[in-house]
């Protein structure tokens, strides 16, 4: 498997939490929000799955790679990935406060609940398509077997090192949790 195969597979779960969002967002519009215990894996797979891991093995190690193969940083799509990854992060920070008021009793930050997920849901779809269609097949032209054999190897310590052993499989585990809970 290519590196980018993965990142690629990574992408198809990182979908699947965005229509659950969207499901998510839609309860708490309808002042039925879903179980706090739900909310919480939700912010935990944003967290740990798609930053810390996702865009942790693109940040630290495909982007670089990029560069050292000639992919300039900051004007081709390397400064745009990492300038949504930013913005994803503050949309998530913005989500746990909203939900924090929510949870204090400030029912009105449903609003801010759904605009944020809205906003988010937006900007990673439009940022898959644009890695997948445009940054990945740059990075397979441009990588040679062997680098892309160090980037694989990368990939699986931060699984290991960062995210733990079972981690992954327990947010594959959630996603179908809250895929037959929310999109059936």
Do not use: W
């Given at each position: 498997?290519?590196?980018?195969?993965?990142?690629?597979?990574?992408?198809?779960?990182?979908?699947?939490?965005?229509?659950?969002?969207?499901?998510?967002?839609?309860?708490?519009?309808?002042?039925?929000?879903p179980p706090a215990?739900?909310?919480?894996?939700?912010?935990?797979?944003?967290?740990?799955?798609?930053?810390?891991?996702?865009?942790?093995?693109?940040?630290?190690?495909?982007?670089?790679?990029?560069?050292a193969a000639g992919?300039?940083?900051?004007?081709?799509?390397?400064?745009?990935?990492?300038?949504?990854?930013?913005?994803?992060?503050?949309?998530?920070?913005?989500?746990?406060?909203?939900?924090?008021?929510?949870?204090?009793?400030?029912?009105?930050?449903?609003?801010?609940?759904?605009?944020?997920?809205?906003?988010?849901?937006?900007?990673?779809?439009?940022?898959?398509?644009?890695?997948?269609?445009?940054?990945?097949?740059?990075?397979?032209?441009?990588?040679?077997?062997?680098?892309?054999?160090?980037?694989?190897?990368?990939?699986?310590?931060?699984?290991?090192?960062?995210?733990?052993?079972?981690?992954?499989?327990?947010?594959?585990?959630?996603?179908?949790?809250?895929?037959?809970?929310?999109?059936?």
């Amino acid at each position: 498997m290519k590196a980018t195969d993965e990142l690629m597979q990574e992408h198809q779960g990182i979908e699947l939490m965005l229509r659950v969002l969207q499901a998510v967002s839609a309860r708490f519009g309808g002042g039925k929000p879903p179980p706090a215990p739900d909310v919480d894996g939700i912010v935990e797979f944003l967290t740990i799955f798609v930053d810390k891991c996702h865009h942790g093995k693109e940040e630290e190690f495909l982007f670089p790679a990029l560069e050292a193969a000639g992919v300039p940083r900051e004007a081709g799509p390397i400064g745009v990935m990492l300038r949504e990854h930013r913005q994803g992060r503050q949309l998530v920070a913005q989500l746990r406060e909203f939900l924090e008021q929510y949870r204090s009793g400030n029912k009105e930050a449903a609003a801010g609940i759904q605009q944020t997920i809205q906003e988010y849901v937006d900007l990673l779809s439009r940022h898959i398509v644009k890695e997948n269609s445009v940054l990945f097949p740059m990075a397979d032209d441009r990588l040679d077997v062997k680098a892309d054999a160090e980037l694989f190897g990368a990939f699986q310590r931060v699984e290991r090192e960062r995210i733990g052993p079972g981690k992954h499989e327990a947010f594959h585990a959630l996603l179908e949790e809250l895929r037959d809970a929310y999109l059936k």
